[in-house]
């Protein structure tokens, strides 16, 4: 494992989000050094990178590209107005804007990893998508909002999220939105420790999807 390795996945996991980054290591080392390279890349990054490793462990496995498609949250969007997503996948949100409906105003709540160049992350959406902060999100809150994160995870009682779920998910919020929404993104377990996540109460969200 190189420096220059984990400062390029650093990097890109800054501005795409860890799954969507992870993804784009395992599918452009695999066209190149196929299952070889991909169990490498595993060996000598995993550890540093759980999510990396999962998703390394599930192309290893047969799963040759993410499940990015946004139809098992459609419904729970039904009627809403505003969406705010706290954490960031380019991939999925890509797939989100192709699907959800123009009317939905989608705003990002700019808080997590210190890397993040938030501006150009937005500008790749076309203005489709608004940032907020965590001092002023609650101000799309109401009976026709939905707030999102993702999930790289899950236990019976458990999802592991970024840490930025619990700084904008309090008891006071989940009373302000239609609904507190998790989108599970790794179809592979975590199977190392979840650094650079954090376990939250399943009970943090009123909805789980897929």
């Known amino acids: 494992m190189s420096a220059l390795q984990l400062q390029a996945f ?11 980054a992870a993804w784009l290591f395992v ?7 196929d299952t070889d ?3 490498a890349l595993r060996d000598s ?15 290893m496995a047969g799963d040759r590209s993410p499940q990015v ?13 505003r969406l705010v997503l706290v954490g960031y996948e380019a991939a999925w949100i890509d797939a989100l804007l ?19 160049n938030w501006p150009r992350m937005l500008s790749n959406h076309g203005g489709r998508v608004e ?25 019976a009682s458990q999802v592991f999220v970024l840490p930025a779920w619990l700084r904008a998910a309090g008891p006071d919020v989940r009373l ?15 199977e190392i420790y979840p650094r650079w996540l954090v376990a939250a109460d399943l009970q943090t969200l009123t909805e789980l999807r897929p």
Do not use: H, K
């Open 10 to 20: 650093r990097l890109a996991a800054s501005e795409l989000g860890m799954a969507t």
């Open 27 to 33: 599918q452009e080392t695999a066209a190149d050094a």
């Open 37 to 39: 390279g991909v169990a």
């Open 45 to 59: 990054m995993g550890r540093a990178w759980p999510v990396l490793d999962a998703v390394c462990a599930g192309w």
């Open 69 to 81: 498609a946004a139809d098992a949250l459609l419904p729970l969007l039904d009627g809403a107005t």
């Open 98 to 116: 192709e699907q959800a409906p123009a009317s939905l105003r989608i705003g990002l709540v700019q808080v997590g990893d210190p890397l993040a």
């Open 131 to 155: 940032p907020l902060s965590l001092a002023d999100f609650q101000s799309w809150a109401g009976p026709r909002s939905v707030m999102l994160t993702f999930v790289y995870g899950a236990t």
């Open 176 to 190: 302000q939105f239609r609904s507190l929404v998790g989108w599970r993104i790794l179809d592979a377990p975590l």
